[in-house]
């Protein structure tokens, strides 16, 4: 008889995820090979990719998502070195440094963020769904959304890039189900992602600046029902679930991950 365990086995299959070599994107790889897929891991830090493959049994390669020839030449190289192409998660993005009150947002910053963000979310969708078509076997797209693509809070260019990731998802998932390809978007709420323990939560906000942007993120993780951060590894297995046949009649769905800030 068939277990439930076998729902979310991905032995055989092949998944390509994007800014694979730190935070989100390792956790999600890890998971991804927990569950038995092979993955390639992208990243423009091939260090740091390559320390995420070593670590899984993984392959690694330098992609700039931007490029969309480069994205081209990766999907089919992710098929000419790991036989297939089943999952491609866009996981790789910006926001940071690209974020702030919009009469700080330079041109430079506006195109590099949409040209990541966006741009290169599109070109990864393009590529892998015409690798996946050809291929004949269905597939999975999941699309690293935000919940900052619906409560604001990071800035024009960021809020803005990830709700069009949002809504990409859903005209892709409306075109591509005839071939069987699932396309979902996950977004996650705050995640750690840097060095060291994060900081706590659940305490009385910080008070007020008088920036009602960092001044709305600030508010919101301090109240997070959760009451920590979020760890990579709970994306990882929201993504486990997008690709593996526990969501086989899951499409065009925009996931919180987010420990409760979407009902604040
Ligand atoms: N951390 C959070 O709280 C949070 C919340 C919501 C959404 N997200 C989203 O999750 C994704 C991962 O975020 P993270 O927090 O792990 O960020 P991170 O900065 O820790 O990692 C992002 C990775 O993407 C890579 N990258 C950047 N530009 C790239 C490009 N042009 N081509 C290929 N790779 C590139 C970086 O080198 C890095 O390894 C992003 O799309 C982000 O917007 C993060």
Known sequence: MQQAADWIDLTGKVAHVTGG??????????????????????????????????????????LDVSDRVAVDEAMAHTLSTLGRLD?????????????GPVRDITD???RTLWSVNVDGVFYCCRAAADVMIKQGNGGRI?????????????????DGSKAAVAQMTKALA???????????????????????????????????TGNPLGDTVADRIARLPKGHWGDPMEQGKAVVFLASSMSDF???I???VDGGWLTL
Not at 39 to 57: P, Q
Not at 142 to 158: D, E, L, M, R, W
Not at 180 to 202: K, R, Y
């Open 142 to 158: 999941i699309n690293v959304s935000s919940t900052q693509a619906v409560t604001p809070g990071v800035g024009v260019t960021y």
């Open 108 to 110: 430079d910053m506006w």
């Open 254 to 256: 925009y996931l919180p």
């Open 250 to 252: 899951v499409t065009g």
């Open 21 to 62: 070599a730190k935070g989100i994107g390792r956790g999600i790889s890890r998971a991804l090979a927990m569950a038995g897929a092979k993955v390639m891991v992208s990243d423009v830090n091939l260090d740091g990719a390559k320390a995420t493959a070593e670590d899984i049994d993984g392959a690694a390669m330098f």
């Open 87 to 99: 999952i491609l998660v866009n996981n790789a993005g910006v926001y940071q440094e690209f974020g």
């Open 174 to 208: 409306l075109e591509l189900a005839a071939y069987n390809i699932n396309v979902n978007a996950l977004a996650p709420g705050p995640t750690w992602v840097n060095e060291g323990a994060p900081p706590a939560t659940n305490g009385a906000p910080p008070p007020p």
